[in-house]
């Protein structure tokens, strides 16, 4: 069969657009290299809620985060995304930093954000009293917030699903055959045609676009290390603090995540290998010293986690959006850290630009409900704390992930659902299974016998 | 009618519940997160265990089940599959299990949460984050209790009891473990065990070494390790990487309560007689000292619920206390206080760990400028293991003067 629409990539960006394209009469096909959605750059980013405070105005960037802030908010809160209100706190640590501070929030304000506030240094310390020595004053961004960056992308690709689109798990697009009237991608699995190809594979997206005759940007891996540190230290960061971007560099954030814990990172690294996920010492070592002059208390706490994401920068400063009718093509190219916040948004534009270039766009009139999607994080009441849902399920009852909290009742749920785990991360991500202080020590053994069993009732 | 509640069902709270039974406490529960109670023993297959409680040595197994079956007969009430998760109050539990979310306010709590390993993230090691890295822990779950094989070659981070105890569960399963790596000069474990050990499973120790780097995107493929001292580096090839010892209570219950902690164990403080800074609430075994041996984790256990026992009978604490530190390589030592006029400490010993190897240590106490005792012991200070002080020696102290332990 021949699709109307083939998105390559199944990150974040990826799967909005699939859920939002789905909404009309079109046979869609999500193809993804990995074998799980939201498993690359998606899944290790710094999970803040832009505002977009800090874009470059006029910039398509600005206007999808603006954007996307507004639709994702909404869409979290129909689906239980879980998002905490935090609020973020520039600090300045030197006279530069501080002359810059109204700027940013001029700034702001050409982006559409006018709550910026310039605070003393008094402030500051009464907002986050574990802040080292040196803060000289502040300036508040009171509605960036931090979002579960692994429920996003799967509640979009959980409501595709019920909206027919297909999903293409480990298919690795090796060429591509632009036709007059169809488009052949030769996959790893396959054979795939469409009449569209909406390119949004993340790190490979500007292999992608050579494929389709394309010489415009290119992707350099760019590597960012974070430390997530023990839940005990939540109490010490509950707001974002980020550093005032400078000539020198955007510095390191303390950031609470919505699972309780705080997270510090990340590095900054131009990388050439796109798959190169590893930590390095010299990255810790930056992270350890920032972080003792940030905040000397939470250094020597226990560190639950270390992990490093890759973005997908460019030569580009702005997002490259670009559709091409002729070779009924979209780009989606080079969507940094912000492609979270921005991804309804992007998911928007795709339909408009689609229209535009002749798309048919017959809306849906039988939609099914969004999904409502598991609660993981700590703002809302978690199964092993809800007496109603334990007395209907016992199963929520049962702790197996002690550290974390997590029920076998959630496990099997996320084993069943509509797209489930493929290994123990994807496990990880639905539910927080190992992901805590322990990491395996009381409960690994537990969930892998959950996992491989959940896997046979597949087959 | 008193109610106790004890927290954890390993060595220390099964034991605790038993002498509280036997000391005539009427309504005493364990509770207990895992499926089964037992703690540790219950995954740690080899001998060893019940030399100095039950006086007779079991498998970890067997041990585990004796205790068990001790507890149960002598009446106490074991709820396994329930985990207590907070406090709605300084006396008051929150606890999960299939029978739904409650909250339990007793007359008296033993906290016996036990220890666990650090894993790799916490010890702060770069690299991937490959499938084959797990610790003790959890290597010997997969074999013991989930019957899985693990890989064919590994690397054990550690040269203390625990790793051998690794060491001879990768045996069991076909994978041979191909070298063993410690940050110390001197084997960590009793020497009975590490020079047999050695010659038996004819594994290659790497000393003052340390792990830099684990290597492979899906599947462990080796571990970067350096040479403290010259700085050498080279990569051991391997599938599997077990991260041993390195131990931390399961503090977490304790510090969100808001007992005072003690920044070296990560414990809670306690006196001679267990009592933590929370009138009611007592703590036993490797919550306390991460880790001596499930035998003396049983008999803390017991320690504590005699001190529990006198406290409801009435008897106060006595007023006047003095904290116990230990100065460098010492990391921490239990009890943390000591009450003049107290009884003496469970075993008529104080637990210290320390960083350095000394043979035959010369171990000085002193309160204030008073010397309280100096002497040499025949026994080492050796890393990876518990070092245990004659309660004698810090006997005399009086008042409030901190009592200060250090290598002479």
């Known amino acids: ?459 | 009618m008193n109610e106790i509640l004890i927290i954890g069902g390993g060595p220390a709270g099964l034991s605790a519940a038993r002498e509280l039974k036997a000391q005539g406490a009427e309504n005493v529960t364990i509770v207990e997160r895992e499926s089964n109670a037992g703690g540790i023993p219950r995954h740690s297959d080899h001998t060893g265990y019940g030399l100095r409680d039950l006086k007779r040595v079991l498998s970890g197994p067997s041990y585990a089940r004796t205790l068990v079956e001790r507890a149960q007969s002598s009446g106490v009430v074991i709820r396994t599959g329930a985990m207590v998760t907070g406090w709605s109050g300084p006396m008051s539990a929150e606890i999960t299990s299939a029978q739904g979310r409650e909250v339990i306010t007793p007359d008296a709590i033993i906290l016996a949460t036990g220890a666990r390993e650090r894993p790799r993230a916490a010890r702060r090691i770069p690299g991937d984050r490959p499938n084959g890295v797990m610790t003790t822990g959890q290597l010997q779950n997969l074999v013991h209790l989930k019957h899985q094989a693990v890989g064919t070659r590994a690397v054990v981070v550690g040269a203390e009891l625990v790793s051998w105890s690794a060491v001879l569960t990768l045996r069991e399963v076909g994978c041979a473990t191909v070298a063993m790596t410690t940050q110390f000069d001197q084997p960590e474990s009793y020497a009975a065990m590490a020079i047999p050990g050695r010659l038996a499973l004819r594994v290659p120790i790497a000393r003052r070494t340390r792990v830099v780097r684990v290597i492979g995107r899906e599947r462990v493929e080796g571990v970067e390790i350096e040479q403290i001292t010259t700085g050498r580096r080279r990569i051991v090839e391997c599938d599997t990487v077990i991260f041993t010892g390195d131990w931390i209570p399961d503090y977490e219950l304790a510090q969100s309560n808001g007992l005072e902690m003690d920044p070296g164990s990560r414990g809670p403080i306690v006196d001679t007689a267990l009592r933590t800074s929370r009138e009611g609430i007592f703590a036993a075994g490797n919550l306390l000292h991460p880790v001596d041996t499930a035998d003396v984790a049983s008999l803390d256990g017991v320690h504590a619920a005699r001190a529990l026992m006198r406290w409801l009978a009435g008897e106060p604490a006595p007023g006047t206390a003095a904290r116990v530190v230990a100065d460098a390589p010492f990391t921490w030592v239990s009890p943390g206080l000591v009450r003049t006029g107290d009884v003496a400490p469970a075993r008529d010993r104080v637990l210290l760990w320390s960083s350095e190897y000394r043979a035959l240590p010369k171990i000085v106490v002193r309160q204030g400028t008073r010397l309280l005792s100096r002497r040499t012991l025949p026994w080492p200070v050796s890393p990876g293991r518990v070092f245990r002080l004659p309660w004698s020696m810090l006997e005399s102290a009086r008042g409030t003067e901190d009592i200060r332990i250090s290598l002479g």
């Open chain 1, 1 to 459: 069969m021949t699709y109307d629409i083939a998105i390559i990539g199944g990150g974040v960006v990826g799967c909005a657009v699939a859920r939002e394209l789905a909404g009309f009469d079109l046979r869609i096909v999500l193809i993804e290299a990995r074998g799980d959605v939201g498993d690359a750059t998606s899944k290790a980013n710094t999970a803040i809620l832009h505002t977009g405070f800090d874009a470059v105005p006029g910039s398509l960037e600005s206007t999808m985060v603006a954007r996307g802030y507004e639709l994702l908010s909404k869409y979290a809160k129909a689906t239980g995304i879980p998002v905490e209100p935090t609020g973020a706190l520039l600090v300045a640590w030197d006279a530069d930093q501080l002359a810059i501070l109204p700027k940013l929030q001029e700034k702001a304000a050409k982006n559409g954000y006018a709550k910026c506030e310039i605070v003393g240094a008094d402030e500051v310390y009464r907002r986050v009293p574990d802040l080292g020595p040196g803060a000289l004053g502040g300036l508040t961004v009171p509605d960036e917030s931090i979002i579960c960056p692994w429920t996003t992308p799967l509640a979009y690709a959980t409501e595709a699903k019920s909206r027919d689109v297909e999903f293409r798990f480990n298919c690795f697009v090796e060429s591509i055959e632009v036709g007059p009237d169809v488009t052949t991608l030769h996959t790893s699995s396959g054979d795939i045609t469409t009449g569209w190809v909406i390119n949004a594979a993340g790190l490979g997206g500007d292999v992608i676009d050579r494929m389709l005759g394309y010489d415009r940007f290119t992707i350099v891996p760019r590597r960012g290390e974070l430390f997530v540190f023990d839940k005990l230290t939540r109490p010490m960061a509950n707001t974002i603090v980020l550093p005032v971007p400078t000539e020198k560099g955007k510095g390191v954030l303390i950031s609470p995540t919505i699972f309780g814990n705080v997270m510090l990172g990340p590095t900054s690294e131009n990388l050439v290998d796109r798959t190169d996920t590893s930590t390095s010492a010299e990255g810790f070592a930056f992270l350890l010293e920032k972080g003792a002059a940030l905040m000397p208390t939470l250094i020597d706490e226990e560190v639950t986690a270390s992990y490093a994401g890759l973005r997908a920068s460019t030569e580009h400063s702005d997002f490259i959006v670009d559709i091409d009718a002729k070779q009924r093509y979209l780009l989606l190219g080079g969507i940094r850290s912000t492609g979270l916040t921005a991804s309804m948004a992007l998911g928007e534009h795709s339909r408009e630009l689609l229209a535009e270039a002749g798309l048919l766009l017959t809306a849906r009139a039988d939609l099914p409900k969004p999904p409502r999607m598991p609660n993981i994080g700590e703002a809302f009441p978690r199964p092993y704390q809800r007496t109603n849902l334990i007395e209907s399920d016992p199963e929520y009852g049962q702790i197996v992930c002690f550290c974390e909290r997590v029920s076998r009742g959630e496990i099997r749920d996320a084993l069943a659902s509509a797209i489930p785990p493929c290994d123990l991360d994807g496990l990880r991500r639905r539910t927080r299974a190992l992901m805590g202080r322990c990491q395996g020590f009381f409960c690994g053994a537990e969930i892998d016998e959950m996992m491989r069993a959940g896997g046979d009732h597949d087959e």
